[in-house]
């Protein structure tokens, strides 16, 4: 894997963040969201677990100087999710070509794969529905998390 791939998934992710963008929610979502953006805030604590990692980024975030705070979070619920998609695809890549390194195969094939399924995550309905509110970003934040754990896993951790 080299500058290719990382290319490719930072094209396939920051196509991703700009649907996101244009998409996200503009004000406050239902549900958490008031809690959430509350929280954030003031540094607080939401309704147990709490998410101290979240609302401590999620303030970093909310100095945006863009429209008003419910908004700032929301793109930062749409950030993770574009950096999800962006680590899912190196994930793929080095699994596909992990599984078939005594092959011929071209690369140009896993790449087209990897591609494709990190859009089809980027743009399933769930995922997308979490990437335009602040409350999703609780999640998206987890589900690079967990990605990035599986890309680092996948060799032991060296590179």
């Not at 609302?55 to 619920?77: C, E, G, Q, V």
């Not at 859009?119 to 602040?134: C, I, K, Y």
Request: contains cysteine.
């Amino acid at each position: 894997m080299g500058k290719r791939d990382k290319l490719i998934a930072g094209v396939a992710s920051l196509f991703a963040f700009v649907v996101y963008s244009l998409t996200a929610c503009r004000t406050l979502y239902t549900g958490d969201s008031g809690e959430i953006n509350t929280a954030a805030y003031s540094l607080g604590v939401p309704h147990p677990p709490g998410y101290p990692l979240w609302t401590i980024i999620a303030k970093f975030f909310s100095f945006l100087p863009l429209s008003d705070f419910s908004f700032r979070l929301n793109i930062m619920a749409g950030f993770f999710s574009a950096a999800s998609v962006f680590m899912l695809y190196l994930f793929l890549m080095k699994l596909i070509v992990s599984l078939h390194e005594n092959e011929t195969e071209s690369l140009h094939a896993a790449r087209l794969a990897s591609v494709s399924a990190s859009l089809l995550f980027a743009f399933s309905l769930t995922f997308w529905g979490q990437a335009v509110q602040a409350k999703g970003g609780i999640y998206t934040i987890n589900s690079l998390f967990i990605i990035t754990l599986f890309y680092l896993a996948l060799d032991g951790g060296r590179r």
